[in-house]
């Protein structure tokens, strides 16, 4: 079977084009299902107004929370791609490792550090009476579910440094159609509201995250690595801590 990129023996030109237009695509749906997320939310009857404005304002609150995935993913991926190219599999490995480590311990952190003082860090973003209880509903599922986000995110780096933009596309389109799809369904069917938009959310990361795995990816597939072809279950071995 074709390997998707070829990071040591493939043209330059050719790498950026195949890698970059596959993360481009996954960052336009990303911004697309955001915006129709808040459009479900927007129409929910008689309270549609004022939940759309509590949900927004957990926005700065959620970027905060998703750039510590950035810290780790993008920090440490190019870290993994210097040591699959200098042919140190092992170091590679270890990097892999701890990351997923350091998003597991992070997201716990979050949660434990955030969750006692949501109110105030809404507040402090514009909720006032009227839109406060829709920002907390929101939030609150949201922040229990700062795992599957975190995992999403972050470990979505590692899957695109070893080639498989492609992989890495398909992870963040599942999770955006996921999204769109249950959002209907527990607003407006289990008529749950606000807290059915961040439960839809919650679950969506959970199955992008999923797919980030590769014990979830089809078996015989193969890896791109700069020292060689590597088996699927090769790479399945670099979540190992040997």
Do not use: H
Not at 188 to 203: Q, R, S, Y
């Amino acid at each position: 079977m074709k390997i998707e990129n070829d990071l040591g023996n493939d043209r330059i030109s050719g790498l950026v084009w195949k890698i970059a237009i596959p993360s481009m695509l996954a960052q336009f749906v990303s911004v697309c299902y955001s915006i129709v997320d808040r459009i479900y939310v927007g129409n929910i009857p008689e309270v549609g107004d004022v939940s759309l404005a509590g949900v927004g304002i957990c926005g700065p609150v959620v970027t905060m929370i998703g750039s510590v995935a950035f810290l780790v993913g993008v920090g440490g991926a190019p870290m993994m791609s210097i040591q699959m190219g200098a042919g140190r599999d092992w170091k590679a490995r270890r990097i892999l490792a701890n990351a997923f480590l350091m998003l597991a311990v992070l997201s716990v952190l979050l949660v434990a550090a955030v969750l006692p003082i949501r109110e105030p860090m809404l507040r402090l973003f514009g909720a006032s009476g009227v839109t406060y209880a829709y920002a907390e509903t929101y939030f609150t599922i949201y922040l229990c579910g700062t795992l599957f986000a975190l995992m999403a995110t972050g470990m979505n780096q590692y899957i695109i440094c070893q080639g498989f933009a492609v992989e890495g596309m398909k992870s963040v389109i599942l999770g955006a159609v996921c999204n769109i799809v249950l959002d209907p369904v527990f607003i407006f069917v289990f008529d749950m509201g606000v807290a059915g938009a961040a439960l839809a959310t919650v679950i969506s990361q959970a199955a992008s995250a999923a797919t980030c795995f590769p014990s979830c990816s089809e078996s015989g597939r193969r890896c791109a690595s700069p020292s060689g072809v590597t088996t699927r279950r090769s790479w399945e071995r670099s979540w190992s801590w040997e």
